[in-house]
C-alpha cells in the first residue's frame, strides 16, 4: 500500500504542472493576443499625423453629405448677439494676419488641396523613386522624407493605398504673408490597401477623419506643406 501511495504522488503532481504550464499557454494565446500580436503589415493609414475612424455603418449617407458637422452628433447652438460680436471680432483679427489678396488666398487653399491629393496618388507608384518625385511637388524638408520613409517599406513589397471619397469640411487660413502661410484643415477619406501590380484596391475599407493645421511655404509661386499638427 505504501509502495504505491509512493507512485501515485509523484505522478498526481506531475500531472498537475503539465496542467498549469498548458493552461499558462492557452492563456497567454487566447486572452494576451493584445500584447504580443504583431503590428499590422498593411498600408491603409496614409497621413503622418493621428487620424480617428468613423463607424463603419451607414458610411455613405453621413460622409457625402458636405454640409455635415466634422463631429458627429453635435448640434451647434444659435449665436447670441454677444457671440456674433464675438466672432466677427475673431474674423477681424484673423483678417488682419493675412497679408494676401482673394486671388492669391483661392491658390493658396487650392494649392493646399491639391498637395493632399497628391499625397494620395502618389500611394500607387510602384517604386519609391517615383514616389518621392511625385510627392516633391507639393511637401518639402522633413514631412517629405518622413512620408518617403513610411511609403518604403510597403511599395517594396508591392502595397500601395487607394483613397476614395475625399471630403473637406473645413479649410481655413489662419495666417499668411507672401512667402509662408498656416492652414487649418478638416477633412475625411476613405482607404485601402492596393495591390501595385494588379492595379486594384483591395481588404477592408478604413474611413479617416483628419483635423489638422498645416504650414506652407511658396516655393516658386507654388505652395507646399512643410510640418502638420494634429488638432
Known sequence: MRKIYWLVTPLIFCLGIVVG???YI?????FQSGINAPEKSN???VSQIDSNSYDSNPYFDRFQNNNAGPYQGYTPEPLTEPDVSSHNDLQSQAAAQIALTESEQHILLKDYKQAIGILFDAWKEKDILAFRSKLDSAYTGEILENHVNKAEKYLSKGVGIHVSDVIFDHVAI???DKYSATIDAIYRYTSQDYDLDKQQAYGEKINHFVHVRANLVKIDS???ITSETPI
Open 21 to 23: 504550464v498548458f493552461g
Open 26 to 30: 492557452f492563456w497567454q494565446t487566447n
Open 43 to 45: 498600408a491603409t493609414k
Open 174 to 176: 489662419e495666417s499668411a
Open 222 to 224: 507654388q505652395w507646399k
